[in-house]
Structure formats: structure tokens, C-alpha cells
């Protein structure tokens, strides 16, 4: 098995109301994110996004209630 290095990151919300506000608090926010099938939310990076931008937006996820 190799390692994989991807830019994608898909993760599940408990429920499709919070995935639903989730995406709108990450767009309020300036992060695009995109539904991808029930509770999933699918992130893509850019080759242009730097570390310290990644940490601004977990930062952002992290104060989502």
C-alpha cells in the first residue's frame, strides 16, 4: 500500500440540518465547501493555500456551534 496525499477532505456532520447550516457558516465565512451526498461535506485545497490559511480555517470550524 502507498502513502496518498490528497487535497480532498470529506468528513460527515450528524445530521443534514447541520451540514446544511454548516456550509452556510463556512461560506459566511469565506470557505468554500460543498454537500457531498447526505451528511458529507466535501473541502478541496488549492496549490496557492498556505499553512497559515489552513490553520485560519480550522480555526473558523472550530468556533461553529
Not at 443534514?16 to 466535501?42: E, W
Not at 496557492?48 to 485560519?56: A, H, L, R, T, V
Request: proline residues 2%.
Amino acid at each position: 500500500i502507498r502513502n496518498l496525499e490528497t487535497n480532498i477532505v470529506i468528513f460527515s456532520m450528524v445530521d443534514k440540518t447541520t451540514t446544511d447550516r454548516f456550509v452556510q457558516y463556512l461560506a459566511d465565512n469565506h470557505i468554500k465547501a460543498v454537500p457531498f451526498g447526505g451528511n458529507s461535506i466535501r473541502f478541496v485545497t488549492h496549490l496557492d493555500i498556505s499553512n497559515e490559511m489552513i490553520e485560519i480555517c480550522s480555526k473558523i470550524i472550530e468556533n461553529f456551534h
